[in-house]
């Protein structure tokens, strides 16, 4: 089991459609698309993978909102007995809406990027921060728990501070810190902005300082991972030992699960290589690509994840990095050396730190 523990995650990315264009979108959402999935096949998706032992739903995009049937995508879940969360950036977070959606989320999270001034350069808008705020008192009102997901890069550190008072104040229950990922609009728009190991560490380390100021105000949680833990329970990062049972539910071996707006079902996270792929949605049921991609493709998956496991222990030097995107980088390395040609996306390749 990997780093998400018992809480086994599907991420359902339902539309790239967005109403804005922002920096560092791995998605590339903007307002020109509209493609949406399928309702039907989502719900028979969602029912499947609660069979299969997922027990959180999280709704990204795009920005979830402009899906339309999100309100009885997010009640299936819940009927099925999972918790849900969806993603937003907040501003179309009318009462209508809220009425709507907000008896079916346990946990709204809203994208925060900085001060003012720097949420609204991310998201190219200058009315990002100050329409999503003026939502907040409405999720308030409603009684319904929300966070805030920050994306660290390179050189905004300095404004964690200052989101972490905001998110206190405003009275979020959580407040994420993600590292910039070097997919969609990023690798365009923000070029050598993925966070360095000092970065890293400076942020785990602000992390753990404001859990021990907050207590139980706020959950903080960081997308990293340190190297010394994965040689310790190399299973952290699925590089375990052992076999698997035929009737081991497959939420029991991923986490999380993605299924992308193009139906693709993947590992871990957006765009991972499709040579590690569970299928399409809506070729063939969720239980029939789970039991194949057990016994076809977890030992592949599996061995990328030890290789990655080899190289942070061969490491000379101890570091924090984020295991999703290095285990994706590893796959896409991979994937290069058989097909030269097809690629996820023009990534650099994995540097363990050392």
Known sequence: MGPTGNTRVVQIHPTRRCNL?????????SPDERDMLDLKALLAAV???????????????????LY???AQLLERAKREGMNTAMVSNGMLLTPKRL????????????SLDGSPNSHNAMRGSERAFDVMASRLAGIRDRGIPFGFIFTLTQHNLDELPW?????????????QIHPLEDYGNAAQQLPGKVPDGIEAAHAWLFAQQLRENLGERMAV????IHSEAVRQQPELIF??????????????????????????IVPLQYGFPRAHALGRLGENSVRDMAHRWRTDRWPAFQAICRSLSARVGAAAKPHFFNWYEAIAAVAEEQARQCQPVAKRHEAPTLSIAG
């Open 163 to 175: 989101v972490a008072e905001f998110a206190v104040n405003c009275g979020a229950r959580l407040l």
């Open 221 to 224: 949680q960081v997308d990293l």
């Open 47 to 65: 029912d499947e993978l609660a069979a299969e032992g997922f027990n959180w739903l999280s709704l990204s995009g795009g920005e979830p909102i």
């Open 21 to 29: 264009r922002c920096l560092h979108c791995y998605s590339s959402s």
């Open 239 to 264: 590089a375990g030992t052992g076999d698997v049972a035929a009737n081991t539910g497959l939420a029991d071996l991923i986490s999380p699960l993605v299924v992308e707006p193009d139906g693709w």
């Open 68 to 70: 339309r049937p999100l």
């Open 99 to 110: 009425d709507e959606v907000g008896p079916h989320v346990d946990l709204l999270v809203i």
